[in-house]
């Protein structure tokens, strides 16, 4: 799966930071809401793919599912401090995870269908899932809730969305590529330590 990013910050008219459109949004602004909206919605599409189930795609697309979710987080951006870009993706990523565990549940309280159209099966996995399995998810996702903000952030920039450490440093406002990969490493050492001590 290649890297999922989004532009990091750069000056100029078309090219506004993720920062300054949130403040633009928190003001009112309609097209600001409308520029956000379509630089998140293409890379948490690309990132929920393989997270919901057969069972339970049938039941929402995950397409549908990502639009939703990205309507309900800009109506509660009060809830959000925007600090840099990775921590908007981050807090979009978590509502998103949110929504998806929420469709799974609904779709084991409904009856089986006897058959899915395959066409809505999406048979690729996530980059976490490819590379930890899905058995594994469950203790990641544990792991990341020990780690701080920064190292959470980081961790999940770097696997799930596939950004280099240049453009880490770009979204999370690190001095240089390098202090973006001493951010990731720790973190990342720290996900492992914390997966082995976890038993679901």
């Not at 903000?149 to 770009?170: C, K, N, S, W, Y």
């Amino acid at each position: 799966m290649g890297p999922q990013t989004i532009p990091p910050s750069r000056s100029g008219p078309d090219l506004e930071t993720t920062v300054s459109l949130l403040t633009l949004v928190r003001q009112g602004d309609t097209q600001a809401r409308e520029r956000l909206f379509r630089r998140y919605l293409p890379v948490l599409t690309r990132w929920a793919r393989g997270r919901l189930p057969s069972s339970a795609r049938d039941l929402a697309e995950t397409d549908d599912l990502v639009q939703v979710t990205l309507v309900r987080a800009m109506a509660h951006l009060d809830r959000f401090e925007s600090r840099h870009e990775g921590a908007f993706l981050a807090y979009l990523r978590h509502a998103l995870l949110n929504a998806v565990r929420d469709e799974i549940r609904r779709s084991r309280r409904r009856p089986t269908r006897k058959s899915l159209d395959p066409g809505i099966a999406d048979p690729h996995r996530s980059a976490v899932e490819e590379a930890i399995g899905n058995e594994a998810l469950e203790r990641y996702e544990a792991a990341l809730i020990e780690l701080s903000e920064d190292q959470r952030e980081a961790v999940i920039l770097r696997l799930e969305f596939g950004m280099t450490h240049p453009e880490i440093a770009a979204a999370m406002f690190k001095p240089s590529a390098n202090a973006a990969r001493m951010v990731v490493a720790r973190a990342l050492v720290r996900v492992v330590e914390a997966m082995s001590e976890f038993r679901p």
